[in-house]
C-alpha cells in the first residue's frame, strides 16, 4: 500500500518528459500526411526567404510596408520551424518524447510568434490607412525611422507578453503519465494534464487575448472601414481599383490569419472535437505561413514585377 502511494506521488511530481501522441488516429495515413507536410514546410521556407530576399535586394521594394511583410515572412518562419520539424518526428515515430523544458520553450515561441504576428498585422493596417487616408502626410508621418521602432516594438511586445506564460507554468506541476494529445505543446492539452490549479494561468492568457489579440483585431477592421471608405470616395474606377489593389492582399492575410485564430480560441471546445481543433491548430500554424508568400507573390504587382527583373536580368547576364 505504501509503495502504490509512493509510485502515484512519483507519477504526480516528478514528470520530466512529456509524450506527444501527435496524429495517432490517422492509421496508414501517416505517412503520407509526413510527405505532405514536409513539402509545405520546405514550400513555406522557400517562399518567405525569397519574400525576405527580393525586398531586401530590390530597391524598389524599400519602402515601410515592404519592410514590415519582411518581418512578417520571418515570424511566419518562426512559426513554422517551432512547430513542423517535432510534427515530422511525430509522425515518423509515432509520437514523441519531449522535455518538460523543451515543451515549454516551444509554448513559448508559440505564443510570442502569434503575438508578433497580431502585431505586425496591425503594423501593416496603420501603414495601409495613413498611405491611402492620408497620402499628403505619409511620408512626414511614416519617416526613416518610425518603421524600425513600430517593428522592433512588435517583436518586444510577443518576446515580452509571452514570457508571463512561461513563468507561470514554471509554478505547475504535471500528473503521470504525461500525455498530450497533439502534434505540439499547446497550452489547452497541457493545462488538462496538471495537477496544478491553473486558474490563474488561463485568467493570465486570457488577459492577454483580449488586449493584444482582440484590440487589435478591432483596430485593423476600424483602419479598414477609413480605408474602404477613403476608396469609395476617389472618383475614377482606376483610381479605386489602384488604391484597392495596394492593401488586397494584406488583407486577404488578415482575413486568413484571424480567421484561424478566431476558430481555435473564440469556438468553445466542447462544441467540437479534439480531433478538429488539431485540423484547425494545423490551419493556423502550418497553413497559414505558407499563404502569406502565395498571396503576396500572386496578388502584389511589386513583388511579380521585382521577381520578373531578377529572372530576367539573370537571363539576359547568362547570354552575355
Not at 66 to 77: E, K, P, R, T, V
Not at 103 to 129: K, P
Request: with cysteine; glycine share 4%.
Amino acid at each position: 500500500m505504501a509503495k502504490d502511494l509512493h509510485n502515484m506521488v512519483q507519477n504526480q511530481t516528478n514528470v520530466v518528459q512529456f509524450k506527444l501522441l501527435g496524429f495517432s488516429e490517422l492509421q496508414g495515413l501517416q505517412t503520407l500526411v509526413f510527405w505532405i507536410l514536409t513539402i509545405v514546410y520546405a514550400a513555406t521556407l522557400a517562399g518567405n526567404t525569397l519574400i525576405i530576399a527580393l525586398i531586401f535586394i530590390s530597391h524598389p521594394l524599400h519602402c515601410p510596408m515592404y519592410f514590415f511583410l519582411s518581418h512578417l515572412s520571418a515570424c511566419d518562419i518562426l512559426i513554422s520551424t517551432n512547430v513542423l520539424p517535432n510534427a515530422l518526428k511525430i509522425l515518423l515515430e509515432n509520437g514523441l518524447q519531449m522535455s518538460v523544458q523543451n515543451c515549454f520553450t516551444q509554448l513559448y515561441f508559440f505564443g510570442a510568434s502569434a503575438i508578433i504576428e497580431c502585431c505586425l498585422l496591425s503594423v501593416m493596417s496603420y501603414d495601409r490607412y495613413l498611405a491611402i487616408c492620408h497620402p499628403l502626410r505619409y511620408s512626414s508621418i511614416m519617416n526613416f525611422r518610425l518603421p524600425y521602432y513600430l517593428a522592433t516594438l512588435s517583436w518586444i511586445m510577443g518576446l515580452g507578453v509571452a514570457l508571463i506564460t512561461y513563468f507561470l507554468l514554471l509554478n505547475l506541476y504535471f500528473c503521470g503519465p504525461a500525455s498530450i494529445d497533439h502534434f505540439f505543446c499547446d497550452l489547452p492539452p497541457l493545462l488538462k494534464i496538471s495537477c496544478s490549479d491553473s486558474s490563474i494561468i488561463e485568467i493570465a492568457v486570457s488577459l492577454v487575448a483580449v488586449v493584444i489579440a482582440l484590440l487589435q483585431f478591432v483596430f485593423v477592421t476600424i483602419s479598414y472601414i477609413f480605408i474602404f471608405n477613403s476608396i469609395l470616395r476617389i472618383s475614377s474606377t482606376v483610381g479605386r481599383h489602384k488604391a484597392f489593389s495596394t492593401c488586397s492582399a494584406h488583407l486577404s492575410v488578415v482575413c486568413a490569419y484571424y480567421g484561424s485564430l478566431i476558430a481555435i480560441n473564440i469556438v468553445p471546445a466542447k462544441d467540437y472535437s479534439f480531433n478538429l481543433k488539431k485540423v484547425l491548430s494545423l490551419l493556423n500554424t502550418v497553413v497559414t505561413p505558407l499563404f502569406n508568400p502565395l498571396i503576396y507573390s500572386l496578388r502584389n504587382k511589386d513583388i511579380q514585377e521585382a521577381i520578373y527583373r531578377i529572372v530576367f536580368q539573370n537571363k539576359k547576364s547568362k547570354k552575355w
